[in-house]
């Protein structure tokens, strides 16, 4: 083994020297995170790593073979490029195929990987410990954690094609308990850097909310007009947006695909002006602005590679109005190319309106805090399946009046949107049950009309 290794510029510039193929993609992907966790209303570990992986996809004729590596020794990566031109030999003609993204190199394409240091977590430490020291007046316990990563792409093709790109996340998540471990609450938010995060004012909505819990009630399944926070609201319409495939749904084989044949571009959902999009570019959720696919599937190619990413609207003003396309199925049926960003922002919502202006607005319904363990239980009308946890409040004349059990919830985010009856102003938020691959959304709260408790939940 070579004592000798490589830097992600040279990994991909090594890589693509030594193809032999029709087309070469090769990017490299540097991740440098820290961490800090926490149980007991007391910090208990912390930790810092690098880490390094890359891929190169090797194009023979319409066919393409991926081979995915963490060396950086130069014979490992030769020897990765060799697999994956045997790989794409053995592969049949991809449905996919297209002629590699051309361009030229980013200014800073040869730059080392972004740095990264604790520093980051120099504002949240006070705060936690302020939110420390509350808990334990209130008699109440924190456990959670805070990440927080600095991904570095490189990414390179034989056509020339040099960009690289930073993208920083960040996720602090805080579960606050009662003294006995009867009642529990929780919250998360979405940061690029932490200055935007106070544990302490986390931890005291949450003490709030587990005050509310003092009072317990027992409700039946059933359909309540409910309010639900943007992280629930995030993890409903994330689904819708991994599911707007254009392939999919003009071969009728999704929610998208009308029972007639075609699909349902045009559909109006709801009279709300409401518009779900995914953006690069909008902040402070900015996202990797070029495509980084190391294989294909319905909404992303690996002849893509490095295709600019912009806006892609799927529904507009209420009305579905655009689908995921790769180059090949936008020029399979006519379309403009829309990958989609690593974001999502649900926009439309009243901007005077909070969510507490929402629970204001109910005669009696439900408040909750977050959903979780959600499945696809029907794909063609997007029938999703999961539990409420971590508080479920009933709300009578506008007021929070105690904690009711958990539920397993029916329902489709399109009847979500159908269903819609108020909408705040979006907001930054985490989605919970993706908070560890989807970080980046902007979604308002929702009041939505009968939405179906399907089951009395015993989880806690």
Same mark, same amino acid.
């Given at each position: 083994?070579?004592?000798?290794?490589?830097?992600?510029?040279?990994?991909?510039?090594?890589?693509?020297?030594?193809?032999?193929?029709?087309?070469?993609?090769?990017?490299?992907?540097?991740?440098?995170?820290?961490?800090?966790?926490?149980?007991?209303?007391?910090?208990?570990?912390?930790?810092?790593?690098?880490?390094?992986?890359?891929?190169?996809?090797?194009?023979?004729?319409?066919?393409?073979?991926?081979?995915?590596?963490?060396?950086t020794?130069?014979?490992d990566?030769?020897?990765?490029?060799?697999?994956?031109?045997?790989?794409?030999?053995?592969?049949g003609?991809?449905?996919?195929?297209?002629?590699?993204?051309?361009?030229?190199?980013?200014?800073?394409?040869?730059?080392?990987?972004?740095?990264h240091?604790?520093?980051?977590?120099?504002?949240?430490i006070?705060?936690?410990?302020?939110?420390?020291?509350?808990?334990?007046?209130?008699?109440?316990?924190?456990?959670?954690?805070?990440?927080?990563?600095?991904?570095?792409?490189?990414?390179?093709?034989?056509?020339?094609?040099?960009?690289?790109?930073?993208?920083?996340?960040?996720? %602090?998540?805080v579960?606050?308990? &009662?003294?006995? !471990?009867?009642?529990? #609450?929780? +919250?998360?938010?979405?940061?690029?850097? /932490? @200055?935007?995060?106070d544990?302490?004012?986390?931890?005291?909505?949450?003490?709030?909310?587990?005050?509310?819990?003092?009072?317990?009630?027992d409700?039946?399944?059933?359909?309540?007009?409910?309010v639900?926070?943007?992280t629930?609201?995030?993890?409903?319409?994330?689904?819708?947006?991994?599911?707007?495939?254009?392939?999919?749904?003009?071969?009728?084989?999704?929610?998208?695909?009308?029972?007639?044949?075609?699909?349902?571009?045009?559909?109006?959902?709801?009279?709300?002006?409401?518009?779900?999009?995914?953006?690069?570019?909008?902040d402070?959720?900015?996202?990797?602005?070029?495509?980084?696919?190391?294989?294909?599937?319905?909404?992303?190619?690996?002849?893509?590679?490095?295709?600019?990413?912009?806006?892609?609207?799927? %529904?507009?003003?209420?009305?579905? &109005?655009?689908? !995921?396309?790769?180059? #090949?199925? +936008?020029?399979?049926?006519?379309?403009? /190319? @829309?990958?989609?960003?690593?974001n999502?922002?649900?926009?439309?919502?009243?901007?005077?309106?909070?969510?507490?202006?929402?629970?204001?607005?109910?005669?009696?319904?439900?408040?909750?805090?977050?959903?979780?363990?959600?499945?696809?239980?029907?794909?063609?009308?997007?029938?999703?399946?999961?539990?409420?946890?971590?508080?479920?409040?009933?709300?009578?004349?506008?007021?929070?009046v105690?904690?009711?059990?958990?539920?397993?919830?029916?329902?489709?985010?399109?009847?979500?949107?159908?269903?819609?009856?108020?909408?705040?102003?979006?907001?930054?938020?985490?989605?919970?049950?993706?908070?560890?691959?989807?970080?980046?959304?902007?979604?308002?709260?929702?009041?939505?009309?009968?939405?179906?408790?399907?089951?009395?939940?015993?989880?806690?």
């Open positions: 083994m070579s004592t000798v290794t490589y830097t992600p510029p040279q990994i991909v510039e090594r890589a693509l020297a030594a193809s032999r193929s029709d087309g070469c993609v090769v990017a490299v992907t540097s991740t440098r995170t820290a961490n800090i966790r926490w149980a007991n209303s007391t910090v208990t570990t912390s930790g810092a790593t690098e880490a390094l992986s890359w891929f190169v996809v090797a194009i023979v004729g319409k066919a393409a073979g991926t081979v995915e590596s963490t060396s020794d130069p014979a990566i030769e020897d990765a490029v060799r697999a994956a031109e045997q790989a794409a030999r053995d592969a003609p991809a449905r996919d195929a297209a002629d590699l993204v051309t361009g030229t190199a980013d200014d800073d394409f040869a730059a080392a990987p972004e740095p240091s604790f520093a980051v977590y120099d504002q949240l006070p705060s936690l410990a302020r939110a420390f020291d509350a808990s334990k007046t209130a008699d109440q316990i924190l456990y959670g954690f805070a990440r927080h990563e600095v991904s570095t792409v490189h990414l390179g093709t034989s056509t020339g094609l040099r960009r690289r790109w930073v993208q920083p996340t960040g996720t %602090v998540e579960n606050a308990k &009662s003294a006995d !471990l009867s009642r529990s #609450a929780w +919250a998360g938010q979405s940061t690029n850097d /932490f @200055s935007d995060v544990v302490a004012s986390l931890a005291e909505s949450l003490s709030v909310r587990l005050g509310w819990a003092q009072r317990s009630l409700l039946p399944a059933g359909r309540y007009d409910t639900l926070p943007p629930a609201v995030a993890d409903l319409m994330i689904y819708q947006a991994w599911s707007a495939g254009a392939r999919p749904a003009f071969e009728g084989r999704s929610a998208f695909s009308a029972p007639s044949g075609g699909t349902k571009l045009g559909e109006r959902l709801t009279d709300l002006p409401l518009t779900l999009f995914a953006d690069s570019s909008v402070p959720i900015r996202a990797t602005p070029f495509v980084v696919a190391a294989g294909s599937g319905d909404e992303v190619s690996v002849f893509d590679n490095g295709a600019p990413i912009g806006r892609a609207e799927m %529904v507009t003003d209420g009305v579905i &109005s655009g689908l !995921l396309h790769t180059r #090949a199925s +936008a020029a399979e049926y006519g379309a403009a /190319f @829309s990958p989609m960003a690593d999502l922002v649900l926009a439309g919502g009243d901007p005077g309106l909070s969510p507490t202006d929402l629970v204001a607005g109910v005669e009696r319904g439900l408040l909750l805090t977050s959903l979780w363990y959600i499945r696809t239980v029907d794909p063609m009308t997007l029938l999703l399946t999961g539990l409420t946890r971590d508080g479920v409040f009933l709300v009578e004349n506008g007021e929070v105690g904690a009711v059990n958990n539920f397993r919830f029916n329902m489709s985010p399109l009847d979500v949107l159908r269903r819609a009856h108020t909408v705040s102003a979006p907001e930054r938020a985490l989605p919970r049950e993706w908070s560890d691959w989807f970080t980046r959304t902007s979604m308002p709260a929702m009041r939505i009309d009968g939405f179906n408790m399907s089951s009395v939940s015993q989880a806690r």
